[in-house]
């Protein structure tokens, strides 16, 4: 084909190019690395759960939107068990951490606490907001008083206190914006002539500039707060809590912020320790497959300078390290290194056999560089597959993991003969074939020529029996699956959700439409009546612990102010006495109603505290919310779900999504491309059956292990496909070569084994204990990712010695006669 020529002239002034001038090539290879790693400093983490999206996402959009208006919906909880909670030595435990925290933590918006606990009281005509713990109670009889009033009081139910009153929670909130500074404030209204400033034409002007788009909004809320410090955050209030850890008292600290920073300390912990791992390892296996020190060196060096040139290029370009891209050196240490071991073992053949150095390089070379760069390419495909994934944590993970795969190629068809050329190689006594591995290719040829039915009939029904597995599999995202269950925030959570009701909050942003549109008793009571459908939401595993708005601050201070009397909590009648009792609450504290509502009193905000569950169970509580606001308000009203459960229910939207436009990128290029490197479709399609059979298989054995389909295992098969393929194309290449020189299909078969086999065997080696690795990986998903892609490679490696020659036996043949078939 013309492209197979093009591509062949290309690759063939490349090799005399390296070879002509090693140094000028080598000088190149370390001048770009050097230029990368110097980038490396600049690195950054990203372990939110919001990064999973792109910025302008909905969800992501809807929820900065929330932020900036009312503050950070993620809240840290501090809970507190013990047997007598309300005793003396625990109320100033309680006090003593609250304070400690306030303190001590930064970047803090509240903390609230049976401490501060709000208790809202009348004299008169005005409305008074008290501590429930101020003062200190002194006496039995003022600890009791304290108890009654907590456990009597719904507001505080599930929300401060359990309802046993056993568990108690701190509620720290940590800001979304920091406050602007001095300094910007003070150049803003900065002016000699305050007596010609014109309030009204600056207001203007700056609200036309803030439509425009002008205005940052850095600069009048501050800079965001960012996700190392919300770690710091995490990081601080988890060690003072340890503090009060006593006999008799159990501390539990939870609350999406602590689950992101377990998150992160956990993944960067793994990925130091799993990639010195991967170097020892792969370092080993190329001792024990060359025997020689170039044999090693040669393949480390590749794939060290394209580990830290790929991390340099992101870390150049700004990109966070996230929760998925934390496989990604590993990954590329594993996989890179294949392309190395072909060449080097044709070369060290050649060369041992005492064939002149150049010439041995410039063989080994023609006869691997357009396998090596097919296989690279298909690698790559598998991996670009989630490229135009909707979830950017993904579609990065496949950007640059495809983009180290190129940079492993170019540097295995530069750096590795380049030095080659540049160094002296003392030459071996060339070694006896390994007699089990003679043994393992003829078992493998004799298998396949004499019994080639039997061999695709056993794959076939092996496969057709996956795909009624396949076809079960279930979709997930549930990160606090990926911890182990004994791990301390997975307790924490634990313990918060089967005390206090549960450990994560939503936020539902409910406009009025109309400023002022909160004063209207009509739409206060539409909250009412939305809250009490939220109150008594049991569905599906979902089930509502507490909800907390306007309508139950304005209910209670309509009740103070009527004498306490029972008959008085509710909505008041008229527009003008709810705008009198919220006058009243906001000259008794500002601070009540501002995470509430928006400076029109025209938005407001609903919190609802649930149980975390996989996100699979809150789809249906965010449809079945939808139907219910649009039944209770109707359409002129927006009401908007916002918070982490939206933002996880997209996250599971696009993986479901991402599964199948991947997997059909993935199967449809690789293709495409074996179809263009064997010069024929025929055997560009004979060449997917081996590697499609196991990756049905493994897919089936998810079903049987109850793995489902998440963020980490919807890369198996994408990535299987290139990285399995790899031992296909150059069995199938070499094969069709040798059929088509001796026109004998066993004997090309047994020649296709007898040299690619044996790198085809240390290549899948090197993958399946590179990638079993994760095996010891404290997180459930990486775990699974591991030994599903290690037996998927497993089962493709037994499928290229057994499948496909199978298959060419009975598919591969064009003019010799098939004379085994009338034996």
């Not at 013309?2 to 090693?22: D, F, M, Q, S, Y």
Request: charged letters at 15%; a negative charge; glycine letters at 6%.
């Amino acid at each position: 084909m013309a492209i197979n020529k093009i591509l062949t002239r290309w690759l063939e002034a490349w090799t005399e190019g390296v070879i002509a001038h090693p140094k000028g090539a080598l000088a190149s290879v370390l001048l770009v690395s050097l230029l990368s790693i110097s980038q490396i400093w600049h690195i950054q983490f990203d372990t939110s759960l919001e990064g999973f999206l792109e910025p302008d996402d909905p969800a992501i959009v809807e929820l900065i939107a929330a932020r900036k208006e009312f503050g950070h919906g993620e809240i840290i909880l501090v809970t507190l068990q013990a047997d007598n909670l309300f005793q003396a030595q625990h109320l100033r435990a309680i006090q003593q951490l609250h304070q400690q925290i306030e303190a001590q933590v930064p970047w803090l918006d509240t903390v609230t606490s049976l401490l501060n606990a709000r208790q809202l009281e009348a004299e008169g005509d005005t409305l008074l907001i008290e501590d429930l713990l101020d003062p200190f109670p002194a006496t039995a009889a003022e600890l009791e008083q304290v108890k009654v009033e907590a456990l009597n009081n719904p507001l505080y139910k599930n929300l401060i206190v359990s309802a046993d009153g056993n568990f108690t929670t701190i509620a720290v909130k940590p800001l979304s914006y920091l406050a602007p500074t001095k300094q910007a404030q003070d150049d803003h209204f900065a002016t000699d002539d305050f007596d010609n400033f014109d309030a009204e034409a600056e207001g203007q002007l700056f609200a036309e500039a803030d439509d425009a788009g002008d205005i940052d909004d850095s600069t009048h809320l501050g800079a965001r707060v960012t996700e190392s410090q919300l770690n710091i955050i995490s990081q601080q209030v988890t060690a003072i809590a340890a503090q009060f850890q006593d006999q008799g008292r159990q501390i539990y600290v939870g609350g999406m912020p602590i689950i992101t920073h377990a998150l992160t300390n956990t993944m960067i912990g793994e990925m130091l320790t799993f990639m010195p791992l991967a170097i020892v390892t792969i370092a080993l296996m190329m001792a024990l497959l060359f025997r020689r020190r170039h044999g090693v060196l040669l393949p480390m060096l590749t794939v060290a300078l394209t580990l830290l040139t790929t991390v340099g290029l992101i870390s150049a370009v700004g990109v966070p390290l996230q929760t998925t891209m934390m496989i990604l050196p590993s990954f590329l240490l594993t996989v890179s290194v294949g392309a190395s071991v072909h060449l080097l073992t044709l070369f060290f053949r050649a060369y041992d056999a005492g064939t002149e150095k150049i010439q041995a390089l410039r063989e080994a070379m023609l006869h691997t560089r357009t396998p090596i760069i097919f296989t690279s390419l298909t690698t790559a495909v598998g991996l670009l597959s989630f490229a135009g994934s909707p979830m950017i944590a993904l579609a990065r993970l496949g950007l640059f993991s495809g983009i180290g795969i190129g940079i492993a190629l170019i540097y295995t068809l530069t750096l590795v003969p380049a030095l080659i050329c540049l160094q002296h190689l003392p030459r071996k006594q060339r070694a006896q074939p390994n007699p089990t591995i003679s043994k393992l290719v003829h078992g493998a040829t004799n298998l396949s020529s004499r019994h080639p039915f039997a061999m695709v009939i056993v794959s076939f029904m092996l496969a057709g029996t996956a795909v009624t597995g396949v076809q079960q599999l279930q979709f997930s995202h549930n990160p606090m699956h990926w911890m182990s269950p004994d791990a301390p925030i997975n307790q924490a959570v634990y313990a918060i959700d089967n005390n206090m009701g549960g450990s994560i909050s939503v936020d539902i942003i409910i406009d009025s439409g109309i400023s002022d549109g909160i004063y209207q008793p009509r739409f206060l009571e539409q909250i009412d009546d939305f809250t009490r459908w939220l109150h008594n939401y049991d569905k599906g595993g979902v089930q509502v612990a507490k909800v907390y708005g306007i309508n139950d601050i304005i209910k209670e201070a309509h009740k103070v102010l009527n004498n306490n009397q029972d008959a008085y909590y509710a909505i008041p009648d008229t527009a003008a006495l709810v705008a009198n009792e919220l006058f009243l609450l906001h000259n008794a504290g500002p601070d009540e109603l501002e995470p509430m509502l928006d400076n029109d009193n025209r938005v407001t905000r609903l919190s609802v505290v649930m149980p975390w569950l996989d996100t699979l169970h809150y789809k249906p509580f965010i449809k079945d919310l939808a139907a219910q606001s649009e039944v209770i308000f109707g359409p002129q009203i927006k009401v908007t779900l916002t918070g982490m459960v939206p933002v996880m229910g997209t996250t599971l939207d696009h993986v479901i999504s991402t599964t199948a436009q991947s997997y059909l990128i993935a199967f449809s290029l690789v293709s495409l491309m074996l179809i263009v490197l064997l010069g024929s479709l025929r055997y560009g399609i004979l060449a997917m059956i081996p590697n499609l059979s196991p990756i049905l298989i493994t897919m089936g054995l998810m079903f049987l292990l109850d793995i489902p389909l998440d963020m980490f295992t919807i890369l198996v098969a994408s990535i299987a496909i290139g990285i399995a393929v790899d031992d296909t194309v150059h069995f199938m290449y070499h094969c069709k070569h040798n059929y088509q020189r001796c026109g004998d299909m066993p004997m090309a078969i047994f020649g296709a084994l007898d040299t690619s086999g044996r790198a085809m065997l240390t290549t899948s080696a090197i993958l399946i204990i590179g990638f079993s690795m994760f095996l010891w990986s404290d997180l459930n998903n990486l775990f699974n990712f591991g030994m599903l892609i290690g037996t998927t490679v497993l089962l493709a490696l037994i499928a290229d010695f057994l499948l496909a020659p199978a298959l060419m036996m009975l598919f591969g043949r064009s003019n010799e006669r098939r004379r085994w078939l009338r034996k």
